[in-house]
């Protein structure tokens, strides 16, 4: 994981600088003449996280994922299927959990909540 990193000298913040005849790169105070090589060739690392309902239409292989339980206690409205992965996640604007549901037939995928 990258970090702001600053500089030894006078404490201003160090920005990354490519060095391109030793081919590495380095830490650079715009303030001193103060550099470092970097110990990690990561400058920026950008994570992404989606709300409940993003991530429901992000993930349109949810119902083949191994790692999520399944259930044949409910029927699918839709296609009368008899089995359901389910997870619980938090409904945008609501405070509690809320367990979702996704058919299993692979020509369906409806997805439900309780």
Not at 66 to 94: D, I, M, S, Y
């Given at each position: 994981?990258?970090?702001?990193?600053?500089?030894?000298?006078?404490?201003?913040?160090?920005?990354?600088?490519?060095?391109?005849?030793?081919?590495?790169l380095?830490?650079?105070?715009?303030?001193?003449?103060?550099?470092?090589?970097?110990?990690?060739?990561?400058?920026?690392?950008?994570?992404?996280?989606?709300?409940?309902?993003?991530?429901?239409?992000?993930?349109?292989?949810?119902?083949?994922?191994?790692?999520?339980?399944?259930?044949?206690a409910?029927?699918?409205?839709?296609?009368?299927?008899?089995?359901?992965?389910?997870?619980?996640?938090?409904?945008?604007?609501?405070?509690?959990?809320?367990?979702?549901?996704?058919?299993?037939?692979?020509?369906?995928?409806?997805?439900?909540?309780?």
């Amino acid at each position: 994981m990258s970090t702001m990193k600053f500089c030894r000298e006078c404490n201003n913040i160090l920005y990354p600088k490519e060095d391109r005849e030793q081919k590495i790169l380095l830490y650079a105070c715009r303030n001193c003449d103060h550099q470092e090589i970097a110990d990690n060739n990561c400058v920026y690392r950008n994570e992404v996280h989606h709300s409940v309902g993003e991530r429901t239409q992000v993930l349109q292989d949810v119902a083949a994922d191994p790692t999520l339980p399944r259930t044949k206690a409910v029927r699918c409205v839709q296609c009368n299927h008899g089995e359901a992965v389910f997870f619980q996640a938090t409904a945008r604007g609501e405070e509690g959990m809320t367990l979702f549901f996704v058919c299993c037939n692979p020509n369906c995928g409806y997805r439900w909540r309780d």
